[in-house]
């Protein structure tokens, strides 16, 4: 993926376009039934242009790399069915949440920090016919709370990107049941990554996360800490480059083939996220930032 690809594509189609400002970002209070799907100013970090443009690049209800493929992959080890429930933290647009849903039957409750892409993922769910079996709600990364005991398994994707990690395992280990499993992708710190560096700040800044990100073995210390079995520490930085460039370069090369003239609502969120995630890629590729997969098992009783 180069960011010359889109922007040669831009100024091909149409006079250049104006600059993006800063995203901003929802600070929400505590949690509660996702809003309205229809209201376009739920979050000025996911406008509908950038959603739609993200269901184009990573599939319906995905807003990172992988897409159903590798969510499945992650919940196959979970044991999910048609009897057990799975607390899933970071559904996104929803694209996680209804393919889980579909294939395993599991039940699900589905939280996400961001008001518009609980919006969209309650839609997203809805429009499958998935809204008896999946839920979706808010939660507050800052003070994160589930139901105590209220489901067999949890699947938590990109969760330090938003909260502290202790808050936030301790949360996950009270609403998981004795004996449950957990599975945890995030996006960790690497050798290097240092907030002085101005390709680590450039990309903080069109990421709009938190700056402080844990390292490997604190998380893995994390869970040990609250009586998780861990399992399983999978380094997928590799793979998550290789999908990375993979959607972009589809979408280039979709792009390309359009005989129609590009808008400035598609325009600008392109531009802006092509440089989002060249940056991270980068990032990746030099090991300053790191793409991890955990799998633990609760102790029983």
Do not use: N
């Not at 990573?58 to 429930?85: K, T």
């Not at 480059?241 to 325009?267: G, Y």
């Not at 890629?281 to 029983?300: E, M």
């Amino acid at each position: 993926m180069l960011l010359a690809d889109v922007r040669g594509w831009l100024s091909r189609r149409s006079a250049a376009a104006p600059r993006p400002g800063p995203a901003g970002e929802a600070r929400l209070t505590h949690a509660g039934a996702a809003p309205a799907p229809s209201d376009p100013s739920l979050s000025p970090k996911w406008p509908p242009a950038r959603l739609a443009l993200t269901h184009r690049l990573w599939g319906e209800g995905f807003v990172g790399p992988g897409g159903a493929e590798e969510v499945l992959r992650l919940a196959a080890p979970l044991g999910l069915s048609a009897a057990s429930s799975l607390l899933l933290v970071g559904c996104g647009a929803g694209g996680p949440a209804r393919c889980i849903a579909t294939l395993f039957g599991a039940w699900i409750a589905g939280y996400e920090a961001d008001p518009a892409l609980a919006a969209e993922a309650a839609a997203v769910c809805a429009r499958a016919g998935l809204g008896k079996r999946v839920q979706v709600g808010l939660w507050d990364p800052a003070a994160p709370a589930f139901r105590a005991q209220s489901c067999h398994h949890a699947l938590v994707l990109e969760p330090f990107r938003q909260g502290g990690l202790g808050g936030i395992l301790d949360a996950l280990t009270r609403a998981v049941r004795a004996g449950g499993q957990v599975t945890l992708l995030a996006t960790v710190a690497g050798p290097g990554f240092d907030l002085a560096v101005p390709e680590v700040a450039a990309w903080l800044r069109l990421d709009g996360g938190l700056p402080a990100l844990p390292e490997v073995d604190t998380v893995t210390q994390a869970l040990r800490d609250r009586r998780l079995d861990v399992r399983v520490v999978e380094d997928l930085s590799a793979a998550h480059l290789r999908q990375t460039l993979h959607a972009w370069h589809d979408l280039v090369r979709s792009l390309r083939a359009e005989d129609s003239r590009p808008t400035a609502s598609l325009a600008e969120p392109l531009v802006r996220e092509a440089e989002l995630w060249l940056r991270r890629a980068r990032l990746v590729r030099s090991g300053k930032l790191r793409w991890v997969r955990w799998h633990a098992i609760g102790r029983a009783g």
